[in-house]
Nanobody, 115 residues
C-alpha cells in the first residue's frame, strides 16, 4: 500500500508564499498523473493542480499564475509552490492520483492565510 506524506504547510499572511511537498513511499507513483487537492471547512475536496508523467500541468482557475506544481521522480515527490497567497487558499492540502484518487489519503498539511 503506497503511503503519501504531505508537509510544508503553515500560517502566513496574505501575499506570502509556501512550498508543499508530497512524498510517496513507493516510486510507482512516478507512473501516475498526480494532483494536489484541497479541502476547506464545509467544502468538498477540490483539485488545485495536476502534473502528468512528462511534466504537463493544469491548474484550477483561481490559482493560475500563483501556484506551480512540479515533481522529482528520483525522490518520488510532488511539490506545490504557492505564491501571492489569499485568505481563500486556506484549507488542508492533500496529494493523490488524478483524475481518480486511487491511493489512501495522507494526513494532509494545513495552510492558513490571514488577511
Amino acid at each position: 500500500q503506497v503511503r503519501l506524506v504531505e508537509s510544508g504547510g503553515g500560517s502566513v499572511q496574505a501575499g506570502g508564499s509556501l512550498r508543499l511537498s508530497c512524498v510517496a513511499s513507493e516510486s510507482i507513483v512516478n507512473l501516475y498523473t498526480m494532483a494536489w487537492y484541497r479541502q476547506a471547512p464545509g467544502n468538498l475536496r477540490e483539485m488545485v493542480a495536476v502534473i502528468n508523467g512528462i511534466g504537463g500541468t493544469n491548474y484550477e482557475e483561481s490559482v493560475k499564475g500563483r501556484f506551480t506544481i512540479s515533481r522529482d521522480n528520483a525522490k518520488a515527490t510532488v511539490y506545490l509552490q504557492m505564491t501571492s497567497l489569499k485568505s481563500e487558499d486556506t484549507a488542508v492540502y492533500y496529494c493523490n492520483t488524478f483524475p481518480a484518487p486511487k491511493l489512501e489519503w495522507g494526513q494532509g498539511t494545513q495552510v492558513t492565510v490571514s488577511s
